[in-house]
Nanobody, 123 residues
Framework: QLQASGGGLVQAGGSLRLSCAAS????????MGWFRQAPGKEREFVAA????????EYTDSVNDRFAISRDNAKNTVYLQMNSLKPEDTAVYFC??????????????????WGQGTQVTVSS
């Protein structure tokens, strides 16, 4: 029900925009998040967008470089990634939650997941 796309190979300093398209249900009123997982590491929180769209939050390492947004008409959430660094290399997952904002950083609070898209940043 969530389809992530937009990953790829990019040089350090470059940009990518990830998309997360929802189908089968509307996610317009869901808390939406992006997480990432690098090889040998645990899945980590990247960004979250509240159901109302009025609140966003980012992990410190991507603050001021990444931006999460949504287009309710398209039932799609985006992650704009600028000034990419090699340490941003990971599989990126989008996720949706019907639970409250308080659980935005916890992956187990999200009940709906996309399949992941690979982002590779070369130095």
């Amino acid at each position: 029900q969530l389809q992530a796309s937009g990953g790829g190979l990019v040089q350090a300093g470059g940009s990518l925009r990830l998309s997360c398209a929802a189908s089968g249900r509307t996610f317009n009123n869901y808390l939406m998040g992006w997480f990432r997982q690098a090889p040998g590491k645990e899945r980590e929180f990247v960004a979250a967008l509240s159901s109302s769209g009025s609140s966003t939050e980012y992990t410190d390492s991507v603050n001021d470089r990444f931006a999460i947004s949504r287009d309710n008409a398209k039932n799609t959430v985006y992650l704009q990634m600028n000034s990419l660094k090699p340490e941003d290399t990971a599989v990126y997952f989008c996720a949706g939650s019907t639970l409250g904002w308080i659980g935005r950083r916890r992956h187990y609070e999200y009940g709906y997941w996309g399949q992941g898209t690979q982002v590779t940043v070369s130095s």
